[in-house]
């Protein structure tokens, strides 16, 4: 599979309709433009996660970390 593919196989949504996710193991949480929220349980999850950052989808755990550790640096 090429990572640029707008569809993952097995995954119904395009990257476009995708904002954001969050990954625990092999179950991803993502939040779709409209405002749903699905879940989607990946066979090879270091493909998907792979596919979705390819597409620069924003990853909540890296995107907290980054944000959070500048403003307690800010805060020192």
Do not use: C
Not at 25 to 30: D, P, R, S
Not at 49 to 55: A, N, Q
Request: proline content about 1%; glycine content about 4%; charged content about 20%.
């Amino acid at each position: 599979m090429i990572m640029t593919n707008p569809y993952f196989s097995g995954f119904e949504h395009s990257a476009a309709q995708i904002r954001r996710f969050l990954q625990t193991h092999k179950t991803f949480t993502l939040l779709l433009s409209g405002g749903s929220i699905v879940h989607h349980e990946a066979e090879d999850a270091t493909r998907f996660r792979t596919w979705l950052l390819t597409h620069q989808i924003e990853d909540v755990r890296e995107s907290f970390t980054k944000y959070y550790s500048a403003y307690n640096l800010m805060s020192a």
